[in-house]
């Protein structure tokens, strides 16, 4: 299984903060997106994760800076 750390920014209405998360896929979806990046198919996935993750925060999801596979 491939993990790939994720770093996005989040903001209230005090800051804007980074932060980041690990996430294992699933060979498949992770050669999905090495292909199309969080633009391609698995964007709307990616970006719920991240919406709800932020709100869990107390934060409102502002972007994604980078997307690195974690190599083991």
Known sequence: MAKFCI?????NKDCTAESCVVVPLS???A????????????????YSFLHYLC???GYRFSEICTIEEVKQ
């Open 27 to 29: 060979e498949d979806y």
């Open 31 to 46: 050669k999905i997106l090495r292909a199309q990046g969080a633009d391609g198919y698995l964007a709307h996935p990616i």
């Open 7 to 11: 770093t996005y920014h989040m903001e």
């Open 55 to 57: 709100e869990l925060q």
